[in-house]
Nanobody
Framework: QLQASGGGLVQAGGSLRLSCAAS????????MGWFRQAPGKEREFVAA????????YSADSVKGRFTISRDNAKNTVYLQMNSLKPEDTAVYYC??????????????WGQGTQVTVSS
């Protein structure tokens, strides 16, 4: 089970750090990713990280602002979000998979955490 947390309300230009903790599963066996879904829009890829954190992948819309990282000892993945914009407002989901794909075809999903950026 994946549990996402850390969402909230922040002003534009602010920062948030999301966490995704796993129970009953060892995250180090998987690629980990973050996705988001804004109201009325499809869920989209945000970022992903390889098993040991050596490789990261980011959507163009968040490059230079969002950073994904992981701590396998804590079985937790993070998404540091800086310079937040109103268009970043969405429910953010963490996911685990055997490989990185930018579609939503990931094996395991967390429940989502709301991020709201006010202008």
């Amino acid at each position: 089970q994946l549990q996402a947390s850390g969402g909230g309300l922040v002003q534009a230009g602010g920062s948030l750090r999301l966490s995704c903790a796993a129970s009953g599963r060892t995250l180090s066996n998987y690629f980990m990713g973050w996705f988001r879904q804004a109201p009325g829009k499809e869920r989209e890829f945000v970022a992903a990280i390889s098993w040991r954190g050596g490789m990261t992948y980011s959507a163009d819309s968040v490059k230079g602002r969002f950073t994904i990282s992981r701590d396998n000892a804590k079985n937790t993945v993070y998404l540091q979000m800086n310079s937040l914009k109103p268009e970043d407002t969405a429910v953010y989901y963490c996911a685990a998979n055997d490989m990185v794909v930018v579609t939503t075809a990931w094996r395991y999903w967390g429940q989502g955490t709301q991020v709201t950026v006010s202008s």
